[in-house]
């Protein structure tokens, strides 16, 4: 898994006290004391981020930012805000995924269009994650070392059938034969 990145924007001192921390940390940080710079790494590929900074230096119209108002602030403390902060930011971006036409939010499980939705199991969400991550389509070799960690133990029919049941299930709700495709390479979305 990808470590969430911390950006503490105009507060050197703490970025030194958690510098001294980062074996320890859930999160990689970054110092910067000029927006430009901010700006330019927050475009770039560093995934997950939180802008962390002061109520002088907050960032106006980010979203993903923890603004410390208390100082002093104990370090557990700051840590624990950070970390809460980077829950509700990776909730918030698994309740809102598009494939396609659709909507599927990870948290409660429900691919969703329109006004309809559909109650997923956790190895069909894995299974769509998997397809719609992978830019052509996966035999069933893949699947099952990918999405079961197997690599030929399993039946080629249990994955043939987890397939089958989804397309079902979305044709069934949605009345969509195209949302798994399935071609002479594989399956995909």
């Not at 790494?41 to 907050?58: A, D, H, M, Q, V």
């Not at 389509?137 to 043939?160: D, M, R």
């Amino acid at each position: 898994m990808n470590k969430q990145s911390v950006l503490i924007f105009k507060i050197p001192e703490l970025f030194k006290i958690l510098n001294e921390l980062k074996d320890y940390l859930d999160f990689t940080i970054y110092s910067f004391s000029e927006k430009d710079d901010l700006f330019n790494i927050k475009n770039s590929e560093i995934g997950n981020y939180l802008i962390l900074t002061n109520p002088r230096n907050e960032i106006k119209g980010e979203k993903f930012q923890l603004i410390l108002n208390k100082f002093p602030d104990t370090i557990p403390s700051i840590i624990e805000k950070i970390n809460v902060n980077l829950l509700k930011q990776k909730y918030y971006e698994q309740s809102d995924i598009l494939i396609k036409k659709y909507s599927l939010d990870l948290n409660s499980r429900l691919i969703k269009y329109g006004k309809e939705n559909l109650k997923l199991t956790e190895r069909e969400i894995q299974i769509i994650i998997f397809l719609k991550n992978s830019n052509k389509a996966k035999n069933i070799g893949n699947l099952q070392k990918e999405v079961w960690g197997h690599n030929s133990e399993l039946e080629t029919h249990t994955v043939e059938t987890h397939i089958y049941r989804l397309r079902k299930k979305i044709f069934e709700k949605f009345k969509d034969n195209n949302f798994i495709i399935s071609t002479k390479e594989g399956y995909k979305i």
